[in-house]
T-cell receptor, first 112, second 109 residues
Framework: DAGITQSPRYKITETGRQVTLMCHQT?????MFWYRQDLGHGLRLIYY???????DKGEVPDGYVVSRSKTENFPLTLESATRSQTSVYFC???????????FGEGSWLTVV | QKEVEQNSGPLSVPEGAIASLNCTYS??????FFWYRQYSGKSPELIMF????GDKEDGRFTAQLNKASQYVSLLIRDSQPSDSATYLC?????????FGTGTSLTVIP
């Protein structure tokens, strides 16, 4: 049971480049989430999606774009990466009626 | 903005002792509360959740909820070195989840 998989797991990119982090889940969960985790800030919600083609902003959406054309995929794009976007990014999902979220392994992104 | 506050620690306890982790939250209307464990370099994993006032036990773990005081805690009995991790408290508001910054626990053999 693969659950949620994220790719790439580790990425170094330059300031100003576009970066896409991929997230794929095999549970057919309707909800998917993107969080970033930074020291001193904990997990902060970037965007979430209730279903295919339905997305909404979280706490820190600026500089990020998401899409969800298929239920199982929820890519996160940094249109023009900045050093402040250096972070660990976690994708998560939950069933529509459920109240527990499950996390992917994380993607470590460094912007230089 | 939902606030979830945790003491960042670090909290150190000897092996076999009880570790007590605390969390407060700002939204009095919050209904569900979660404890996640996160090992260094890994993703958070759910330990347990609690909805009702009082205690909920699962093995060595006990979650305690006091909605009047807006306080939730996690007790770990018979602490083991493998319990050394960061513990995240979370509350949900509909389909959004808000996390504390976590408490770092070290169990000393």
């Amino acid at each position: 049971d693969a659950g949620i998989t994220q790719s790439p797991r580790y990425k170094i990119t330059e300031t100003g480049r576009q970066v896409t982090l991929m997230c794929h889940q095999t549970w057919s969960h309707s909800y998917m989430f993107w969080y970033r985790q930074d020291l001193g800030h904990g997990l902060r919600l970037i965007y979430y999606s209730a279903a295919a083609d339905i997305t909404d902003k979280g706490e820190v959406p600026d500089g990020y774009v998401v899409s969800r054309s298929k239920t199982e995929n929820f890519p996160l794009t940094l249109e023009s990466a900045t050093r402040s976007q250096t972070s660990v990014y976690f994708c998560a999902s939950k069933e529509g009626s459920g109240n527990t979220i499950y996390f992917g392994e994380g993607s470590w992104l460094t912007v230089v | 903005q939902k606030e979830v506050e945790q003491n960042s620690g670090p909290l150190s306890v000897p092996e076999g002792a009880i570790a007590s982790l605390n969390c407060t939250y700002s939204d009095r209307g919050s209904q569900s509360f979660f404890w996640y464990r996160q090992y260094s370099g890994k993703s958070p994993e759910l330990i347990m959740f609690i909805y009702s006032n009082g205690d909920k036990e699962d093995g060595r773990f006990t979650a305690q909820l006091n909605k009047a005081s807006q306080y939730v805690s996690l007790l770990i009995r018979d602490s083991q070195p493998s319990d050394s991790a960061t513990y995240l408290c979370a509350v949900n508001d509909g389909n959004q989840f808000y996390f504390g910054t976590g408490t770092s626990l070290t169990v000393i053999p």
